[in-house]
């Protein structure tokens, strides 16, 4: 059941990270800043996520892990009630710098409960659908909220968003074991763990794969409107489409046993590749364009919860929730440069349809870095279900 709690808790700290993106013209209005002022909010967010995740999470490394995920969606509520109630962006921007740093803290700590409430065996599964709330919220989460700050305003979607916190927060309460801590390690421990060549690699996988991805999907409006010649309408249907990609690829995840992850990685990233590569013969159509924005969002969900399950493979239960928070970090890092990276082509006069093969020359380069895991891959001391039953 606690795996469901976590579905629900990733929801509601992700659709509270991406909902601000639809409800950015009405903010600056209502706030009376500039949208460009009222974009910074999201740049703000993003900051402390990469930033905030692995010191949060070196500085609570000694509490009991049910308390410190209910302590965090308690901050995750808190903010979105703050959120609703700001009335000058100084407020605003107080209250999404708290949602931002339950959110990086939330994502170590449940990637660790996640992988100690299961059998070693179910440990991907569990992690795939921590990260299935992420997916869920780019289908419903993000075209919800628009539609509700459209209809009645955009503190009512925080409102909404504080309503979600609170039912994972009740959840994490009633359902989430008391799982014992290991001993926590020290700074230099735990620092130590991360300087392995195989966790280099890991991250490596990660860096280059999203910033690859993000690269074409920050684009993807643009791309199908003025290549694929799509309405908006159907942009968004395009979009719908992503999301529901993004939920295939998350249950295809979940499918991989840890022990196989290693060997099954490489061709989840080399798909990505592959897909990124045929963009400027799939955008001229639009079934294909529309079918390859799908496999896309698949593509990228499969290998971002399996590169995830494996890092926190390599490591002594006291350093999971380092490993998993720094490797949330370097996705935020990868977000930026993939953004960067598209932008720089658009800027060089290319079309659109040349940032997907743009963008699988990074993805390329994790796809050998992935066919190296196989030599990082170690064992690690107990195991997180271990430690439960302990």
């Known amino acids: 059941m606690i795996v469901y709690v976590l579905l629900v808790c990733s929801f509601a700290v992700a659709t509270a990270e991406f909902v601000l993106v639809g409800l950015l013209p009405q903010v600056a209005t209502d706030l009376d800043v500039s949208v460009a002022a009222a974009g910074q909010l999201v740049t703000a967010y993003m900051i402390v996520v990469t930033v905030g995740g692995p010191v949060a999470t070196v500085l609570t490394r000694r509490l009991p892990r ?12 808190a903010s979105a009630v703050a959120s609703a109630m700001a009335t000058s962006y100084p407020m ?24 100690a409430s ?8 569990a992690v795939a659908r921590l990260f299935g709330g992420f997916a869920l919220a780019t289908v419903l989460g993000l075209p919800l909220g628009s539609l509700i700050g459209a209809a009645y305003g955009w503190p009512v979607t925080f409102v909404a968003v504080a309503g979600m916190a609170a039912l994972g927060l009740l959840g994490v309460l009633v359902f989430c074991p008391r799982i014992p801590n ?3 390690a020290g700074i230099r421990d ?4 991360l300087l392995r060549a195989g966790i280099y690699a890991g991250l490596g996988v990660t860096l280059l794969a999203l910033t690859g991805f993000v690269a074409a999907f920050t684009y993807v409006a643009p791309m199908l409107r003025t290549v694929t010649g799509l309405s908006p309408g159907w942009v968004s249907v395009g979009l719908v489409g992503y999301g529901l990609g993004t939920i295939a690829g998350n249950l295809l995840a979940g499918r991989v046993r840890p022990e196989a992850i290693a060997r099954r990685l490489p061709l989840a990233v080399g798909a990505l590749t592959a897909i990124l590569l045929v963009q400027p013969l799939l955008l001229p159509v639009a079934p294909l364009a529309l079918a390859g924005l799908a496999l896309l969002g698949a593509a990228a969900f499969l290998v971002v919860p399996l590169v995830q399950t494996w890092l926190m493979g390599q490591v002594d239960a006291a350093t999971t929730g380092l490993v998993a928070a720094v490797n949330i970090s370097v996705a935020g890092a990868a977000g930026a440069l993939g953004a960067a990276l598209g932008g720089t082509v658009l800027a060089v006069g290319l079309s659109p349809a040349w940032i997907g093969p743009v963008a699988a020359v990074s993805v390329l380069a994790a796809t050998i870095v992935a066919t190296r895991l196989t030599r990082a891959t170690s064992s690690r001391g107990p195991s997180s279900g271990a430690l439960l039953k302990s």
């Open 66 to 77: 049910r308390e410190l995920l209910a302590g965090t969606m308690a901050l995750a509520t």
């Open 92 to 115: 605003l921007l107080s209250a999404r710098l708290g949602s931002a740093l339950a959110q990086a803290l939330f994502m170590a700590v449940a990637s660790q409960v996640a992988m």
């Open 118 to 125: 299961v059998p070693p065996e179910r440990q991907t599964v």
């Open 182 to 184: 290991p001993p926590p």
């Open 190 to 193: 735990s620092v130590g763990a």
